[in-house]
């Protein structure tokens, strides 16, 4: 007796059938049977039903036996595991340049559009880097040292500098000091009597200046002096005679007073020139230095440049020319340029004739 084992995959679970019959059993019958199989397996299989007709293809359909057989049918069912879930595809993996690229697009869309909404913040400007400290000035630092009363390191101080401006600021910048607090009349007369010591040394270095120059009457002293009018006519000489004496009255400001032994000396030298309108030179008379001394420093100064009008100087107006050097402490050269100044006045030469019949300058 054969017999035929038909395996179906129902749903969940394992069905075994085995179908017995007799050995005497057609072909035919065994094909329907294989037949009915292959259906149950496509119309219970997971693979090929919907999971709503699973369940109800569970119990398999029972099979007609021929006419001539009986068949057994013993079925065992067994519980078949769950199907597994597909796993899921690999993702596509990222080469690092794209992987850099878009986020950092992503991340510039981003940035642009959030740039987009917040408002701008102010701009700061650079800190400037700071300068480096400047060292002290020495005479700022000299003149602190004696207002803090400490002679001696302003003294020191003062060393750097070269000697005429030491032997100068070694003066003054007391002075200055001084002069921040309330002195007495005592103090402010010693504080004067150091400033024309200052005055003194000082101006040697300045330019020598020419003031208050003008022909006049009579010359007695330091500004004691007539002047004449400024057109007045001086007369002409005659028959190989001088003629009208002219006082010129010059004052001096920025000369220089040096000490020479016990007394104090300066020394003055003067040129006189008559000039055409035309720029020559038709009269000369140079005057030497002369050393005058005192026994106190000069304060002022004055000359009496005096002469005649040269006796052939015919009539006419004429430019004179009054240089003065101070050659004070100078000797065997020429006084440096801010030494050495000049003035100019018109001249008027007239004839005795045309003074008698002339209205006086004076009147006019």
Known sequence: MKGLVRLTMLGTGLSLTLVM???????????????????????????????????????????SP??????????????????????????PQETPTTAAVVPAARARQTGSEEESALPSPALTPPATPSAPAQPEDPLVKALRYYRENRIAEAQAVLQQCDPARKEALSVLLPTLARLGEQPSATELASLLDQCGEVSRK?????ALTLDKVCFCKSIDGFGMYDPLPVDHGFLAGQEGQ???????????RHFASQPRGTVYETSLASTLEIRDYRQQVVWRQDR???AERSRTP?????????????????????????????????????????????????FR?????????????SAR
């Open 21 to 63: 019959g007799c050995a005497h059993r057609p072909p035919e019958a065994f094909s329907a049977d294989l037949m009915e199989t292959n259906h149950l397996q496509k119309t219970t299989s997971p693979y090929h039903a919907h999971p709503a007709e699973t369940a109800t293809a569970s119990a398999p359909a029972p099979v």
């Open 349 to 361: 030469v007239v004839n005795q004739r045309q003074e008698r019949t002339a209205q006086p300058l």
């Open 66 to 91: 021929g006419p001539s057989e009986t068949p057994v049918i013993a079925q065992m069912h067994y519980p078949e595991p769950a199907p597994s879930a597909p796993s899921p595809a690999p993702a």
């Open 242 to 252: 001088a003629g009208d004496l002219v006082q010129v009255y010059l004052e001096l």
């Open 202 to 206: 000082l101006r040697p270095r300045a």
């Open 288 to 290: 030497p230095a002369r």
């Open 298 to 346: 000069r304060q002022d100064c004055f000359l009496n440049c005096y002469f005649h009008v040269p006796p052939r100087l015919p009539p006419g107006d004429y430019i004179l020319v009054i240089q003065v050097k101070d050659v004070t402490g100078v000797t065997g050269r020429e006084p440096p340029a801010h030494r050495i100044a000049s003035r100019t006045l018109d």
